[in-house]
């Protein structure tokens, strides 16, 4: 009997000590205060893939529909509105349409520089300051890096890993500089490493 790809590709348990093993850490023990680097291997480059929104495409879509609506407007509104009334509303709406898209756009855009670098970082460190609109995550993370003098680190991390970490923890984190992604995580007592999302993957692969 074969065995179902989802159970080939499952990983461990989040936060289990196996968790995050992909990345190579011999030698960084050494080194602690200094920021080491390492290529990004396939599973790195899938996890920023499967994060690209596309926002391309939806920035495209809003500036179609956002001529639709002046059409619209236009035809419509012409007797009974000012002109001036008419581009005013269309303004409004193209912008709280395209704002959301353009910040897509601009996160696209440093992932796909992280992935043309092809490195991640590895630091060590400890964290300084944990948020989250929600109490739980997803939130940022403060890291204080082991370097001399220590440098302050922000990410926005997914809600797995917000909730195997706290404050005051000692880490060593591998990421990529550019988004601020944080791939794989180890501290004394979890693991993480961040797992792509196959749907987002797909999608991203057909676009």
């Not at 991640?120 to 300051?129: A, M, P, Q, T, Y």
């Not at 739980?136 to 997914?158: A, N």
Request: include cysteine.
């Amino acid at each position: 009997m074969s065995t179902p790809p989802d159970a080939t590709r499952a990983g461990p348990p989040p936060g289990s000590p196996d968790d995050g093993d992909d990345l190579r850490w011999d030698g960084i023990e050494a080194t602690p205060g200094l920021i080491q680097t390492r290529p990004l291997d396939a599973g790195d480059r899938e996890v920023l893939v499967c994060m690209q929104s596309g926002a391309s495409g939806i920035i495209g879509f809003v500036g179609a529909m956002a001529l639709i609506i002046a059409i619209v407007f236009g035809v419509t509104g012409i007797y009974s509105l000012d002109i001036r009334a008419v581009a005013a509303i269309v303004f409004g709406v193209v912008c709280v349409l395209v704002a959301p898209a353009f910040l897509m756009s601009k996160e696209d855009v440093r992932l796909r520089s992280d992935l043309d670098a092809g490195i991640k970082l590895i630091v060590s460190g400890r964290i300084d300051r944990m948020g989250s609109e929600e109490g739980d995550g997803p939130g940022f993370v403060t890291v204080l890096s082991g370097e001399t003098p220590p440098r302050k680190l922000e990410f926005f991390v997914e809600k797995r890993l917000y909730q195997l970490v706290k404050p005051e923890d000692i880490v060593r984190i591998a990421y990529v500089p550019l988004s601020k992604t944080i791939l794989q995580l180890k501290a004394g007592h979890c693991s993480y490493c961040r797992r792509p999302d196959p749907t987002k993957g797909a999608a991203n692969t057909a676009a």
